[in-house]
């Protein structure tokens, strides 16, 4: 691309250049029968990568998840609406290179929703159940990553047919992690 074009993708996208590396990535673009590849120029992110995804089925999206990380590694994949159960073995959700923590939620017989978080198996971390919540699906880790403070991270599920009372089990959640005395997100 020359010094005077710009992309689609960074027309249509504030890119903010906190750094003066840039990483390539081809981007695909859609007009009417015809596709194109340009290349949109986006900053090199430093430190920690971390997202969320609603899945609506972890064994029904896992190569596609796979791919995903493999091109895009994450330090941290947080997950909702795993539908995991006891007949979905670990290796069917293995993602090389990462660690993978679960809590799946039985209702009714159903296993209709579940969280689990996706760690780089070279990221320290520990679970914490002492911060697990019986009113909704939740996760909470804390990572220890050399020259910084520990970090707890969590992920919570709301069901949508659940009362509104949830909200009050959840700022009573977000009190628990207030009160560790660490940041957290």
């Known amino acids: 691309m020359g010094a005077n074009q710009t992309s689609a993708a960074e027309e249509n996208f504030n890119f903010s250049n906190k750094s003066s590396r840039t990483d390539e990535i081809s981007v695909v673009e859609e007009n009417s029968n015809l596709s194109r ?10 430190g920690f990568k971390l997202a969320s995804l609603n899945i609506a089925s972890l064994p029904k999206h896992i190569d596609e998840l796979r791919v995903l990380l493999s091109n895009y590694p994450l330090d941290i994949l947080s997950i909702n609406e795993t539908r995991l159960d006891d007949s979905v073995s670990d290796d069917k959700v293995y993602i090389p290179s990462y660690d993978i923590i679960c809590h799946d939620r039985e209702q009714y017989g159903r296993f209709d929703a579940g969280v689990c978080i996706y760690v780089q198996s070279n990221i320290n971390f520990s679970v914490h159940p002492d911060l697990s919540d019986i009113h909704f699906e939740n996760i909470c880790i804390e990572i220890s990553k050399p020259q910084s403070k520990p970090c707890l991270i969590a992920t919570w599920y709301r069901p949508p047919n659940s009362s509104t009372e949830i909200f009050s089990h959840f700022e009573s959640f977000v009190g628990k992690l207030d009160a560790q005395n660490v940041e957290f997100i």
């Open 37 to 46: 590849k340009s290349s949109a120029f986006l900053p090199s992110m430093c």
